[in-house]
């Protein structure tokens, strides 16, 4: 089945760094999307993508969906220790009943 | 509040037993979703409700697993006969039927099974 490829599976960083993450497929996917899970709660999405190429902001993150459709990155700019917690990138096909494949997720920890 | 709410929040129960959690989704959110998040993984698709279509049950891991949703709004994933391997948490979401990507997570059920 179709995977996406988070790593590393950690980051640290300090306070008021940028950071980038990446998520890649070998398969195609028709919509993209970032989530960050806090300790003890669900999932929250960041930002969704849904054309090739496209790159959307929200605050501090950006995000763009790659133009083979394969891959994604999300950027973090001047990191506060709020930032701290899972992200997971997240992908749909067109068809799917829109269910989501999740990556593994990239723990992120922000030295004050 | 007016979010997707989970219960029990924590369920610790023997192997061999069985066990029912329970999601309320957002209110005129006709599509539901259930996930399974083991440690250290990312979100394993379970199954998907739209309405009153045949459910998705592509991704229930075996027969021991079962979801039900009821009047179109409250949701309980069974399992049965409860195994180790069983143990994760256990996410349930909704979405609206013109927005299915947009998915709001409850908080999840710990499962950890004896």
């Known amino acids: 089945g179709q995977q996406l490829n988070q790593s590393p599976q950690s980051m640290f960083i300090q306070e008021g760094e940028d950071v980038s993450m990446n998520c890649t497929s070998s398969s195609i996917f028709n919509t993209w999307l970032w989530y960050k899970q806090d300790p003890g709660e669900g999932p929250v999405l960041l930002i969704a993508?849904?054309?090739?190429?496209e790159l959307t902001s929200n605050g501090r993150l950006t995000a763009q969906f790659g133009i083979t459709r394969k891959d994604s990155f999300l950027n973090i700019s001047a990191s506060i220790p709020s930032d701290v917690g899972i992200y997971f990138c997240?992908?749909?096909?067109?068809?799917?009943?829109?269910?989501?494949?999740f990556g593994k997720g990239i723990t992120l920890s922000v030295r004050p | 509040g007016a979010g997707v709410s989970q219960s029990p929040s924590n369920k610790v129960t023997e192997k061999g037993k069985d066990v029912e959690l329970r999601c309320d989704p957002i209110?005129?959110?006709?599509?539901l979703y259930w996930y399974r998040q083991s440690l250290g993984q990312g979100l394993e698709f379970l199954i998907y409700?739209?309405?009153?279509?045949?459910?998705?049950k592509s991704g229930l891991p075996s027969d021991r697993f079962s979801a039900e949703r009821t009047g179109g709004s409250v949701s309980t994933l069974t399992i049965q006969r409860t195994q180790q391997e069983d143990s994760a948490v256990y996410l349930c979401a909704s979405s609206l039927v013109w927005d299915q990507e947009t998915q709001y997570f409850g908080p999840g059920t710990r499962l950890l099974v004896l």
């Open positions: 997240a992908g749909t096909i067109t068809g799917a009943n829109s269910k989501l494949t």
């Open positions: 209110s005129g959110h006709t599509a």
């Open positions: 409700f739209q309405g009153n279509s045949a459910p998705d």
């Open positions: 993508l849904y054309k090739a190429g």
